[in-house]
């Protein structure tokens, strides 16, 4: 049909993609228009255009979507990078083209970091260009990662257009994923809506060729197919097929299942099987597996698509018939009674078995969808070890994820693929999905020791990403005694030796952690152990005021093994930065900050992009410059929304900002307003940090108006920091203790906590809490 409305978006994406570099996200539920709009964009682009569409059953292989784009591309590659190379291997067919590849690194993370630059690489080579590419929901890990590199890292010449489908409230996919967390500037996100009344007014003009349709017409046509423009073109379609009044008491019901069923009536007995049949196997069925599949020669099958393809139900896509959309794939599945829907999984899974290499991926699909439970853990557990082979962790953990839920697994089978999935990186899942999987499987008391070690250590990290604070804590915690190799439960301890993280837990147990870290990283002779360890100590000392956590950290920072690591290097000097700021060393932080910032850059480890920004900003809010800090701060929180470990000290900043800058009544209220959303989500998860910051700013701000509330709030504040034992975090709270007592004519009242603050920092690197006691001491005089 003739291409109707999305004028307004065709516009806004000819406008992007006709200025490189640009991300631009498309977005919409299926059937909305989404490959039918980039279609149009693309005959009208000029240039070289880069194509790739995802799988919904894909193979392990990392860039998949992205290799398929290039491959095509040999004869307009000219000079390229030597990093290039290190895409040899998984592009054959570009070997004579390609600079040989480079020699392998020890260090994963930089193994896949040279990885997209080797991607960014070629397609810089191939531009003035533009990649589209469709269908990222479903998406590998690694080109979900690629894509956020590429949203910080642009290639000059180069329009990149994705195609998704909108995530429902509280799901996500990878790619949604991947994108929360790059900054809010680096990818445009266009969202499709569905049509509405003149559109389909148009179409049904055009379509019934009436030169006014009635509005009862276009009103029901809206009402039943919800302006989804696929559903609405096809249900046009049939009414146009079948002639006569489309309002008339038999005409077809204006739903998609019911069009379909209408064109399936035209078609015998064995062409419904055949098309059933191709239904399972997928969008794009192959012949040849069909006809393997239902005992049928080629030509049978061909001659039963053809009718297919006659009476609407597939198209030619240029490379062989498919389906018209996998809404129109889905009904015609649906149709196929369940029995026999299993039975046709058997017989595919069957015949893939007998291909080489095998499609272990695919088998697992057939396999679960056949009910057959242990042929499909054999296969995604084979699939998840693929995925390991070629550096994909997060697909990997995603299949084990997936066999979890097969209730007829053998314990000794769920056992292994437990420890396994306790292994593999759970990074690139969706945690909504895999966190109530992994307290499931806790709960179980059979749950040998060394799998609930590896579990619960994971399902400690991931609550932490989440920003629950003490639940992940204590899932570590829990999850430490039962991990065997000391090079496991040297880095589990190293977490629990973080003091700014976590309400309840003494200073003393956070060195007395860290001493038996550095047990088990000797044990253990991990030089991995030992840096996690070394770094973590470094921290807590630079917490605690002890001035050798510089010696250390100069150290560190001069040593081989964390300049081979720069992942690693990155996060800790941006942790250091963040624990110099705490102490009151703003020269030291924001050296620390720089070298971080760097390393990030360089490493493309988007995931530490927003903890730059934080730092940043907490660097400048304590130096003084509050110009333009607020709405910094705002973008920041934004962009880290899907961030939660992020969010909640970025949120506690804007806010103590807020109350800083507030000149007036409206601006008061929506200051402590803020503080006192940060109050209770800090309180909530128990992160200890954010929650000292924000009661100590919401004492600030009502110690003119209300100083009792203002007591009570430092008080919490000054309480919260005994328990923990690092007085000095106390010293604006103690300072507005001292304050109040001042104005009251009492300063009894505070007598005692600033005694205390002295006594807490006494020798204590500490220069913030130092002046801030100086400042006491001026206020409350001896």
């Not at 630059?117 to 590419?133: D, E, I, N, Q, Y």
């Not at 998860?685 to 600030?700: D, H, T």
Request: net charge negative.
């Amino acid at each position: 049909m003739e291409f109707v409305g999305r004028a307004a978006e065709l516009a806004q994406l000819r406008r992007l993609a006709a200025a490189p570099p640009c991300l631009i996200l498309l977005e919409g539920e299926p059937g909305i228009g989404k490959s039918r709009l980039v279609t149009e964009l693309l005959t009208e682009l000029p240039g070289h255009h880069l194509v790739g569409e995802c799988d919904d059953v894909p193979e392990p292989f990392p860039l998949g979507v992205l290799l398929d784009a290039i491959r095509g591309s040999a004869n307009r590659l000219g000079t390229l990078s030597p990093v290039a190379g290190a895409l040899a291997p998984l592009l054959p067919e570009l070997a004579d083209v390609l600079p040989d590849p480079p020699p392998p690194l020890t260090d994963p993370a930089a193994e896949r970091h040279r990885l997209l630059r080797a991607v960014g690489a070629v397609l810089a080579a191939l531009s003035p260009a533009t990649l589209l590419l469709e269908d990222l929901h479903w998406a590998d890990p690694a080109t979900c990662e690629f894509l956020a590199y590429l949203s910080t890292h642009p290639v000059d010449g180069l329009a990149v257009v994705l195609t998704t489908r909108t995530v429902t409230a509280g799901g996500s996919t990878p790619i949604h994923d991947a994108l929360a967390r790059t900054p809010p500037w680096s990818v445009t996100r266009v969202a499709l809506g569905p049509l509405d009344t003149s559109d389909v007014r148009r179409l049904a003009a055009r379509t019934l060729r009436l030169d006014d349709p009635p509005q009862q017409l276009v009103a029901t046509l809206l009402d039943r197919t919800a302006g989804i423009p696929f559903v609405v073109e096809e249900v046009l379609r049939t009414l146009a097929e079948r002639g006569g009044d489309p309002l008339a008491d038999d005409s077809v019901p204006f739903v998609l299942r019911d069009v379909l069923l209408w064109r399936l009536r035209a078609l015998d007995e064995a062409t419904r099987e055949v098309l059933g049949a191709a239904a399972v196997l997928g969008l794009a069925p192959d012949q040849r597996i069909l006809a393997a599949v239902l005992s049928l020669d080629r030509v049978a099958v061909g001659t039963a698509l053809t009718a297919a393809h006659r009476a609407g139900l597939l198209h030619d896509a240029g490379d062989g018939l498919r389906f018209r959309h996998d809404l129109a794939r889905q009904v015609v599945y649906d149709l196929v009674p369940r029995e026999s829907r299993e039975w046709l999984h058997l017989r595919v899974a069957r015949v893939l078995e007998q291909e080489l290499p095998r499609p272990v991926a695919q088998l697992a699909h057939h396999y679960r969808r056949a009910g057959s439970g242990a042929d499909f853990v054999r296969n995604a557990e084979a699939a998840a070890d693929l995925a390991t082979e070629r550096g994909d962790d997060a697909t990997a953990a995603s299949f084990l994820l997936q066999t979890m839920d097969v209730a007829e697994l053998p314990r000794p089978v769920r056992v292994r693929l437990a420890a396994k999935l306790g292994r593999y990186a759970i990074d690139g899942l969706s945690q909504a999905e895999a966190i109530p999987v992994l307290e499931r499987l806790l709960a179980d008391r059979r749950l040998p020791p060394g799998a609930r070690g590896e579990l619960g250590l994971v399902l400690g990290r991931m609550l932490r990403q989440q920003g629950e604070a003490l639940r992940g804590y204590t899932e570590i915690e829990r999850a430490v005694p039962y991990l065997r190799a000391p090079r496991r439960k040297a880095p589990a301890l190293a977490v629990l030796a973080a003091p700014d993280t976590v309400v309840g837990r003494h200073v003393d147990d956070h060195l007395a952690r860290c001493a038996e870290a550095e047990s088990a990283a000797a044990a253990s002779g991990d030089p991995g152990a030992h840096l996690a360890v070394r770094i973590a100590r470094a921290s807590l000392l630079l917490e605690l005021g002890d001035p050798a956590a510089w010696a250390i950290i100069g150290e560190l920072r001069a040593s081989a093994e964390l300049a081979d690591r720069p992942r690693e290097h990155a996060r800790a000097c941006l942790n250091w930065a963040q624990g110099a700021l705490h102490a009151g060393h703003p020269e030291q932080a924001e050296a620390l900050l720089a070298a971080g910032r760097t390393l990030v850059d360089e490493t493309g480890y988007e995931r530490l992009t927003a903890l730059v920004d934080a730092t940043e900003l907490s660097l400048d809010r304590a130096a003084g410059r509050l110009d333009g800090l607020v709405e910094r701060l705002t973008r920041l929180v934004a962009g880290a929304a899907r961030m939660p470990v992020t969010l909640l000290d970025a949120r506690a900043e804007l806010a103590t900002v807020l109350a800083r800058t507030a000149n007036k009544d409206d601006e008061e209220r929506r200051a402590e307003e803020a503080l006192r959303e940060v109050v209770a989500d800090a309180r909530r998860v128990g992160a200890i940090w954010p929650l000292v910051q924000a009661l100590s700013a919401l004492a600030r701000l009502t110690l003119a108006g209300r100083p009792g509330e203002a007591v009570g709030h430092a008080t919490e504040a000054l309480s919260l920091v005994r328990g923990k034992g690092i007085l000095a975090w106390a010293a604006e709270a103690v300072l507005v203790l001292a304050e109040a007592a001042a104005t009251a004519g009492a300063p009894e009242w505070a007598a005692a906590a600033v005694t205390e603050l002295e006594a807490g920092i006494a020798g204590r690197d500490a220069p913030l809490a130092v002046a801030t006691l100086r400042r006491c001491r001026e206020i409350l005089p001896a």
